[in-house]
C-alpha cells in the first residue's frame, strides 16, 4: 500500500504528525476550557447521558469487585445489557486515576489525539504527507468529535478502535507477517464489537478485506483464519459468559431493544406522518406503549401468563433501559426483536424511504434541525455547552455546523464515483464499506454520536484524488 501522491517536496510523515498531534493537544484542551466555562467542570458532561450513568457503575463494580454488574450492592445481579469493551477502560481508570470521571474525561481527550495521529497515518498510505495533515487537521475542526470527547460515552474508544484496525489492515495487506497481523486485527475489532456491538456489522467487512489483500489463495485464507481466530479470543469468553449467567450465547440484550424501541418506534412516526415529533416524549412514549402490548401478547403466547412482575418488566422503562429482571433479559430480546422485525414488515415503504432519507440526513446533520428546527430546545446542536442561545441562534448555529458536512458528503460522493475505473478504486472501497456498514446499522437514528465513526472515512474519501485525467478538473 505505496503513496499514491507522494512528491519530492512532501514533508515526512514524523514532522506531519507531529504538528497535527500539537494541534490537536490545543484543539482538546479548548473543549476542557469550553466544558469548565459552561459547567465549571472539566467533566461537566461526563454523565450527562444515562449511558454514561450505567458505564461508570459497571467501571466501579469492576474495579472495586471484579465483578461485571449495575447493582450497588450485594448480591450483584450479571449484567447482559452492556458490554465490556470500553467499561474495562473506564475501570483501568478507576483503579489508577481514582473513582471520579475527572480521570475517563482526560483520558479520552488522549484517545482523541492519538486518533487523528492514527488518520493521518492512514491518510499518508493513500496520499502525500502535506495532504494526510490536511485530512488530519479537518477532522480535528469536526465539532463533535471533540465534543462527545467530554461525555462517559464508548464513542471516542470507538473510533480510535476502528483506525487502529484500518492502520493494522494496511500493514497486513500484504508480506510475511500478514497472518500475524491480521490476528492482531481480528482482536482489535473484536474489542470494537465488545465496545460497541453495531461493531458487528464490519465483521463481514474485515473479512472480506483479509480475503483482497496480496498473496496466492493459500496466503489469503491463512490471513483470513487468523484474523477469525483473533475475533474469537475476543468474542468468545464474553459470550461463554453470558451462557453461563444467563442461559444463552449472545453479546447482550440490547439488540431488539434497539432496532424495536429506537429504530421501529422512528419508522412507524415516519408511516403516521409524525416524524416530526420525534422529539415529543408523549408521541415516544405512545408508541412504545403499543410495542409494550404487543410484546405482552407475544410472550404470553409463547411462555404463558404473565406474573405482575413480569407484566411491569415488560414496559419501555424497564425494556428501552435494560432493567428487566423478572423475565429472561436474552429472550425477552428475542422476542423483542421479532416485534420489530414484524413492524417493519408491516410498513415496507415508511422503512425503506425512512432509512434512506436518514442515512442522508445523519450524513448532513443538523441540517434538518436548522430547516425544521424542533419544539425541543435540547435537541439543538450543543444545548449544555452554549446554553444562553436563543432558539432562532441555534438554528443559526445548525446551518453553520451542517454547512461542511454537506460539502463532505457531496465530495466524497463525487470521488467515489469518478475514482470507479482507476487505480483507486480499491483504497476508495477500503473507506466506502465501513462507511455504508456504519450507516445502514444506524439509520434511522439521528443522534450526531452515531455519526463520529464515520467521518475519518468521509474524509478520506475526498482526500483521495481520482484518476489522473480528472484531477485537473476544478470541481474535483
Known amino acids: 500500500m505505496a503513496q499514491t501522491d507522494a512528491s519530492p517536496s512532501s514533508p515526512s510523515l514524523a514532522r506531519v504528525l507531529g504538528v497535527v498531534l500539537i494541534a490537536g493537544v490545543v484543539v482538546q484542551a479548548a473543549f476542557v476550557a469550553m466544558a469548565v466555562r459552561a459547567t465549571g467542570r472539566v467533566d461537566g458532561f461526563a454523565l450527562r447521558s444515562v449511558d454514561g450513568q450505567e458505564f461508570m457503575c459497571l467501571a466501579q463494580n469492576l474495579a472495586q469487585h471484579g465483578i461485571f454488574s449495575q447493582d450497588d450492592k450485594s448480591p450483584f445481579h450479571p449484567d447482559t445489557w452492556r458490554c465490556p469493551g470500553y467499561p474495562l477502560l473506564l475501570a483501568g481508570c478507576v483503579r489508577l486515576l481514582g473513582n471520579g470521571t475527572i480521570g475517563p474525561i482526560l483520558v479520552q481527550q488522549g484517545l482523541a489525539v492519538l486518533s487523528v495521529g492514527l488518520l493521518v497515518s492512514i491518510a499518508s498510505r493513500w496520499m502525500s504527507t502535506r495532504r494526510a ?285 469518478v475514482s470507479i475505473r482507476s487505480d483507486r478504486f480499491a483504497h476508495v472501497l477500503a473507506c466506502a464499506l465501513p462507511l455504508l456498514a456504519l450507516l445502514l446499522a444506524t439509520s434511522p437514528q439521528l443522534d450526531p454520536r452515531f455519526r463520529v465513526p464515520m467521518i475519518p472515512f468521509l474524509l478520506l474519501m475526498a482526500a483521495i484524488r481520482g484518476p489522473r485525467r480528472l484531477c485537473r478538473s476544478k470541481y474535483l
Open 133 to 417: 495533515g490536511v485530512v488530519g487537521a479537518l477532522w480535528l475542526l469536526d465539532p463533535y468529535r471533540g465534543y462527545y470527547a467530554l461525555w462517559i460515552l464508548s464513542v471516542t474508544w470507538f473510533v480510535a478502535l476502528l483506525l487502529l484496525a484500518v492502520w493494522i489492515w494496511q500493514r497486513g495487506w500484504k508480506g510475511t507477517r500478514s497472518p500475524w497481523l491480521a490476528g492482531a486485527l481480528g482482536a482489535v475489532v473484536g474489542l470494537a464489537v465488545l465496545t460497541r456491538p453495531i461493531g458487528m456489522v464490519l465483521v463481514p467487512v474485515v473479512v472480506l478485506g483479509t480475503l483482497a489483500g496480496g498473496g496466492g489463495t493459500r496466503h489469503r485464507l491463512g490471513r483470513t483464519l487468523a484474523c477469525l481466530v483473533g475475533l474469537s479470543l475476543l468474542l468468545g469468553p464474553w459470550l461463554i459468559r453470558n451462557r453461563l449467567v444467563a442461559g444463552r450465547f449472545a453479546l447482550s440484550h440490547q439488540t431488539g431493544t434497539v432496532l424495536t424501541y429506537y429504530k421501529a418506534a422512528e419508522i412507524v412516526l415516519w408511516a403516521e406522518d409524525r416524524a416530526n415529533e420525534r422529539y415529543d416524549e408523549d408521541a415516544v412514549h405512545d408508541v412504545w406503549d403499543r410495542f409494550d402490548q404487543r410484546l405482552r401478547e407475544r410472550w404470553s403466547a409463547q411462555h404463558g401468563p404473565l406474573t405482575p412482575e413480569a407484566r411491569r418488566d415488560i414496559a419501555w422503562p424497564q425494556v428501552a433501559w435494560g432493567r428487566v429482571r423478572a423475565v429472561d433479559p436474552l429472550l425477552l430480546d428475542r422476542q423483542t426483536l421479532r416485534v420489530g422485525l414484524t413492524v417493519l414488515a408491516e410498513h415496507p415503504v415508511a422503512t425503506a424511504s425512512c432509512w434512506l432519507w436518514r442515512c442522508g440526513s445523519i450524513l448532513t446533520f443538523p441540517l434538518g434541525l436548522a430547516i425544521w428546527p424542533p419544539d425541543a430546545a435540547d435537541a439543538l446542536p450543543f444545548a449544555g455547552m452554549l446554553p444562553n442561545l436563543s432558539i432562532t441562534s441555534r438554528r443559526g448555529l445548525a446551518a453553520l455546523l451542517a454547512a461542511p458536512f454537506v460539502v463532505l458528503a457531496i465530495v466524497a460522493g463525487c470521488r467515489a464515483i
